[in-house]
């Protein structure tokens, strides 16, 4: 058996497996069938305890506890190109914080164990995706994911392109409990039922003589901030999906940092940073005053700014997302204080990340707080599996006074 990592990857050799998702906790686990452009084809193609057959993919509760995604490769659509294999938690309001899935992935046919997976450091999410089984030349491999969402399963149905509607609002009068998902009719995909975001079976319809008029439907629901209505101005820990008219942003962006003295502070000296990371959480390389430019070009530095006067952007750094390595899934935005001054010298410190063609200005984060420490992360650049990039504020200090001593603590963040 092998122990994976995150986004490591073995050649399966059974045709049929399955990946066993345990927790200490309940869990609701699916799987979802993917095409080529990282979207379900419809809600047939997400399996779940209350639609539990796909195309060459099936749902069961897995010895032991937990539940079973198995995919049969030979019987998987020409289509499909990956199936992902998910896990939210059953309990309202929790996190994995503290909680430590594990997928365990099997030949189905003999039950020997081919590999297993544990998703390191989880502690907001709500969801995550736990593996991939995918096509590669021809040939079937599982990859190790542990991407974490913060918006339950919806959250993840939605970035595959699944249907997610509102549930309709709770009656006055006491209704019967549902029965237990093992005895739930199928229903539609899409489904979803209050507090957690687990799918739930659809309401039959009433008969039509005794049925009175119809309500009206439920609003879907909303989906993440997106850059549809114009600039985005973020909070500390709010997140916007580069998303413009239903198509994600991949070409330059140009994140700008500034700052200025505090008032009757001297000049101050700080350094502006970008470290890109892949899956999992390893250092790909960094880009600052002294490393111009890094991937091929497809990350570029202005240059060092020495005292922070002057409007606009102290420096900027121009990242072309179309050109960035399939390698690099993350990018921290990091700010230093060289010569040892604080941030509590610091005012309007803020990022901005523009359009580099346009010079439109699509997202604001503005630092409202500071701290007498050497070193901010500013905010994240994430690639969600769906293909798209998300924006998220930081706005976290740390102790640095160089980009070198923020590759750990902003790995830690991702």
Same mark, same amino acid.
């Given at each position: 058996?092998?122990?994976?990592?995150?986004?490591?990857? &073995?050649?399966?050799?059974?045709?049929?497996?399955?990946?066993?998702?345990?927790?200490?906790?309940?869990?609701?686990?699916?799987?979802? %069938? &993917?095409?080529?452009?990282?979207?379900?084809?419809?809600?047939?193609?997400?399996?779940?305890?209350?639609?539990?057959?796909?195309?060459?993919?099936?749902?069961?509760?897995?010895?032991?506890?937990?539940?079973?995604?198995?995919?049969?490769?030979?019987?998987?659509? +020409?289509?499909?190109?990956?199936?992902?294999?998910?896990?939210? %938690?059953?309990?309202?309001?929790?996190?994995?914080?503290?909680?430590?899935?594990?997928?365990?992935?099997?030949?189905?046919?003999?039950?020997?164990?081919? =590999?297993?997976?544990?998703?390191?450091?989880?502690?907001?999410?709500?969801?995550?995706?736990?593996?991939?089984?995918?096509?590669?030349?021809?040939?079937?491999?599982?990859?190790?994911?542990?991407?974490?969402? =913060?918006?339950? &399963?919806?959250?993840?149905?939605?970035?595959?392109?699944?249907?997610?509607?509102?549930?309709?609002?709770?009656?006055?009068?006491?209704?019967?409990? @549902?029965?237990?998902?093992?005895?739930?009719?199928?229903?539609?995909?899409?489904?979803?039922?209050?507090?957690?975001?687990?799918?739930?079976?659809? =309401?039959?319809?009433?008969?039509?003589?005794?049925?009175?008029?119809?309500?009206?439907?439920?609003?879907?629901?909303?989906?993440?901030?997106?850059?549809?209505?114009?600039?985005?101005?973020?909070?500390?820990?709010?997140?916007?999906?580069?998303?413009?008219?239903?198509?994600?942003?991949?070409?330059?962006?140009?994140?700008? %940092?500034?700052? +200025?003295?505090?008032?009757?502070?001297?000049?101050?000296?700080?350094?502006?940073?970008?470290?890109?990371?892949? @899956?999992?959480?390893?250092?790909?390389?960094?880009?600052?005053?002294?490393? %111009?430019?890094?991937?091929?070009?497809?990350?570029?530095?202005?240059?060092d700014n020495l005292t922070g006067e002057g409007a606009g952007d102290d420096e900027a750094i121009t990242v072309h997302l179309g050109g960035l390595p399939p390698q690099v899934t993350g990018l921290v935005f990091v700010v230093n204080s060289f010569s040892g001054q604080k941030f509590s010298d610091v005012a309007k410190a803020y990022c901005r990340l523009l359009d580099a063609q346009s010079g439109e200005e699509l997202v604001r984060f503005d630092l409202?707080?500071?701290?007498?420490?050497?070193?901010?992360?500013?905010?994240?650049?994430?690639?969600?599996?769906?293909?798209?990039?998300?924006?998220?504020?930081?706005? +976290?200090?740390?102790?640095?006074?160089?980009?070198?001593?923020?590759?750990?603590?902003?790995?830690?963040?991702?």
């Amino acid at each position: 058996m092998t122990a994976m990592t995150p986004g490591s990857n &073995l050649p399966l050799s059974a045709v049929r497996v399955a990946v066993d998702v345990t927790a200490p906790v309940r869990l609701d686990v699916s799987g979802l %069938l &993917l095409a080529a452009d990282g979207k379900v084809r419809s809600d047939d193609d997400f399996v779940f305890y209350n639609q539990p057959a796909g195309p060459g993919v099936t749902h069961s509760a897995a010895a032991g506890g937990g539940d079973t995604i198995t995919v049969d490769t030979a019987a998987v659509p +020409e289509g499909i190109e990956k199936i992902v294999v998910t896990a939210s %938690l059953d309990t309202p309001g929790a996190t994995f914080a503290g909680t430590e899935p594990t997928g365990t992935v099997r030949n189905a046919d003999d039950g020997s164990v081919l =590999a297993s997976f544990t998703p390191p450091q989880l502690g907001t999410e709500t969801a995550l995706v736990v593996v991939e089984i995918y096509r590669r030349a021809g040939a079937w491999k599982v990859r190790a994911v542990g991407q974490g969402y =913060a918006n339950g &399963l919806a959250g993840i149905a939605t970035d595959f392109g699944v249907s997610v509607e509102e549930p309709a609002a709770p009656a006055a009068t006491p209704q019967v409990p @549902p029965a237990p998902p093992a005895a739930a009719p199928a229903a539609p995909a899409g489904q979803w039922g209050p507090p957690t975001g687990a799918p739930v079976p659809a =309401a039959p319809p009433a008969p039509a003589a005794a049925a009175p008029p119809a309500a009206p439907a439920a609003p879907p629901a909303p989906g993440k901030i997106n850059l549809d209505k114009g600039r985005v101005s973020l909070q500390k820990n709010q997140t916007v999906s580069l998303v413009k008219g239903g198509r994600p942003l991949l070409s330059s962006v140009r994140m700008g %940092l500034g700052w +200025e003295p505090a008032f009757r502070s001297k000049s101050i000296d700080l350094d502006a940073s970008v470290i890109a990371y892949g @899956p999992d959480r390893k250092k790909v390389d960094n880009c600052f005053f002294g490393k %111009l430019t890094i991937l091929n070009g497809a990350i570029q530095h202005s240059g060092d700014n020495l005292t922070g006067e002057g409007a606009g952007d102290d420096e900027a750094i121009t990242v072309h997302l179309g050109g960035l390595p399939p390698q690099v899934t993350g990018l921290v935005f990091v700010v230093n204080s060289f010569s040892g001054q604080k941030f509590s010298d610091v005012a309007k410190a803020y990022c901005r990340l523009l359009d580099a063609q346009s010079g439109e200005e699509l997202v604001r984060f503005d630092l409202t707080h500071s701290e007498p420490r050497t070193g901010v992360m500013m905010a994240k650049l994430i690639r969600q599996f769906s293909g798209e990039w998300e924006m998220t504020a930081m706005g +976290e200090y740390v102790d640095s006074r160089t980009v070198r001593g923020m590759v750990k603590p902003a790995g830690q963040a991702l």
